[in-house]
């Protein structure tokens, strides 16, 4: 059961309005993955086995639901949302050379490198497919300039590796490419179906942008608090890869230069001992890196929340709160 991944918090309860669709996706899945060549069987089945939140569906289908669709083209949609996000995670784990996903292996680490990028461009391709099929050129649109997007932002964190001196805009400027567009999107194509007018299709994409945003705070975050168990990846892996994130962008900002030009060193070395995390660790937690992201999280998912006034109350809206309440109390 969708909500049963949710139990304990609002979202169980939230999730419910679409507890059929969710599950209808989780079928659609099965339909769409179907391919002669074994291996992409034996990928896709692992990777869409091992659970996820199926945030981005959830919110295709909520917002649709908020302007009264009750159609038939929401599921596939909706489907098609989380392949690209797949698609995504399976590119961005060989990137950065991940061992760990939802707290299980990696593809990658299964199958090989090779594998997984080609699995990857396989739910590209069959993203792209159903979109035709849908045949509304409003969501291909969309959904082509967020793939697009995506791939920009990638290559943005890319060539900001390893850059002490990366300002909190530029790096908010990463996640909007690389995480909050495609929830933002996933927002607006239900906008779409439920046929919005501009202005309420525009408040929703900001809701979901918005809410992108923190989500990947709160990941940033957890990367320097979390254990793999809660977090379902490598601790400490951002900081391997070079990955200057905000926690360290606020410590950078406020520890002396001796510090910098330990955090330097640490960042530069092409393996990272328990040691030298646990240096940065220290540092982030002194200057409190942590606790000016979550605030800065927290100020998205207001100013998310803000976003829905401009609808009338219903247990859609209420839901969409929930979902936005979850993502700031999330552990993993």
């Known amino acids: ?20 669709d969710l599950k209808n996706v989780e079928l659609q899945f099965m339909k769409d993955l179907h391919s002669n060549v074994s291996l992409i069987r034996k990928v896709t089945e692992y990777v869409f086995s091992s659970g996820g939140k199926r945030i981005r569906p959830a919110l295709l289908l909520l917002s649709a639901r908020l302007f009264g669709y009750r159609g038939d083209r929401h ?5 098609v949302i989380e392949f690209i ?8 784990d060989v990137v950065d050379n991940a061992q760990l996903r939802r707290g299980i292996a990696s593809a990658n680490t299964l199958w090989g490198n090779e594998a997984s990028v080609l699995v990857g461009d396989y739910l590209f391709s069959k993203s792209f497919s159903i979109m035709i099929a849908d045949g509304d050129l409003r969501i291909l649109s969309a959904l082509s300039a967020a793939t697009t997007m995506i791939a920009e932002g990638e290559v943005l964190q890319l060539i900001s590796s390893t850059d002490l001196d990366i300002t909190e805009e530029r790096y908010i400027d990463v996640v909007k490419s690389k995480t909050a567009i495609l929830l933002a999107t996933a927002c607006q194509a239900g906008a779409i179906l ?53 926690p360290l962008i606020h410590t950078l900002r406020n520890c002396t230069s001796a510090e910098r030009d330990a955090i330097s060193a640490i960042i530069g070395m092409d393996s990272l001992l328990k040691d030298d995390f646990a240096k940065v660790f220290d540092l982030v937690h002194r200057y409190g890196g942590i606790d000016y992201s979550l605030k800065v999280a927290g100020n998205y998912i207001d100013r998310s929340k803000s976003r829905l006034d401009v609808f009338a109350d219903s247990q859609e809206k209420s839901a969409l709160k929930s979902l936005a309440d979850y993502i700031i109390t999330r552990q993993r």
């Open 1 to 20: 059961m969708a909500a049963a991944r949710y139990r304990g918090c609002g979202m169980e309860a939230a999730l419910s309005l679409i507890e059929e």
């Open 75 to 79: 599921v596939p949609l909706a489907s």
């Open 85 to 92: 996000h797949t698609a995504t995670l399976l590119h961005d």
């Open 194 to 246: 439920g046929n919005a007018s501009p202005e309420l299709e525009a408040a929703l994409k900001s809701f979901g942008m918005e809410l992108g945003i923190a989500f990947q705070l709160i990941d940033d975050t957890l990367d320097y608090t979390s254990s793999e168990e809660q977090f379902g990846k490598s601790i400490g892996h951002d900081l391997e890869e070079g990955k200057i994130t905000l």
